[in-house]
T-cell receptor, first 114, second 112 residues
Framework: EAGVAQSPRYKIIEKRQSVAFWCNPI?????LYWYQQILGQGPKLLIQ????????DSQLPKDRFSAERLKGVDSTLKIQPAKLEDSAVYLC????????????FGQGTRLTVV | RKEVEQDPGPFNVPEGATVAFNCTYSNSASQSFFWYRQDCRKEPKLLMSVYSSGNEDGRFTAQLNRASQYISLLIRDSKLSDSATYLC?????????????FGKGTHLIIQP
């Protein structure tokens, strides 16, 4: 079974630039999550989709972050403009059902803002 | 009080020893609990779910204490390959929003 695919694996940008990350969840998984993991911290939930609807975006900095999952499959996360403190690994996860059970993570995109 | 608190370690343990660490949580409404393992520069992977009755998977035993609001993980006969960060995880309650809440993790180093 193919896992959660994310791209790019690494990205280096200057502050105030824009960046986008892509995630393709495991086939058939209705729930998709984006997490931000800063070095030395646990992952922090940014947004949760159920199919193509947003269930929770309470921790998403909406002034600069946006995410979409238009057809209920792939998802993109965008940062515009980036700040130094956005340097982190952005992890996408998916699960077949809600409840966080058996959430599978992608390898993540490591973002460095300089 | 933080939602999920863990001792970051590192725990330096000789191979073959038994090691245990706890995690405390603040939200008494939390329903589901997990331990995830994360290797350096890798994604988190589910190690095991945690039940009130306690559950065991080979050398790993997890326990939930709802009254005291903590979960524990015990590793017996530790192997070098057990070296990793162990993340305490619970589900976030409320209105269908159920993304996982992670602790900062406990770093475990098994020494030969």
């Amino acid at each position: 079974e193919a896992g959660v695919a994310q791209s790019p694996r690494y990205k280096i940008i200057e502050k105030r630039q824009s960046v986008a990350f892509w995630c393709n969840p495991i086939s058939g998984h209705a729930t998709l999550y984006w997490y931000q993991q800063i070095l030395g911290q646990g992952p922090k939930l940014l947004i949760q989709f159920q199919n193509n609807g947003v269930v929770d975006d309470s921790q998403l900095p909406k002034d600069r972050f946006s995410a979409e999952r238009l057809k209920g499959v792939d998802s993109t996360l965008k940062i515009q403009p980036a700040k130094l403190e956005d340097s982190a690994v952005y992890l996408c996860a998916s699960s077949q059902v809600s409840g966080g059970f058996l959430a599978f993570f992608g390898q993540g995109t490591r973002l460095t803002v300089v | 009080r933080k939602e999920v608190e863990q001792d970051p370690g590192p725990f330096n343990v000789p191979e073959g020893a038994t090691v245990a660490f706890n995690c405390t949580y603040s939200n008494s409404a939390s329903q589901s609990f997990f331990w995830y393992r994360q290797d350096c520069r890798k994604e988190p992977k589910l190690l095991m779910s945690v039940y009130s009755s306690g559950n065991e998977d080979g050398r790993f035993t997890a326990q939930l204490n709802r009254a005291s609001q903590y979960i524990s993980l015990l590793i017996r006969d530790s192997k070098l390959s057990d070296s990793a960060t162990y993340l305490c995880v619970l589900n976030k309650e409320g209105g269908g929003a159920d993304g996982l809440t992670f602790g900062k993790g406990t770093h475990l180093i098994i020494q030969p």
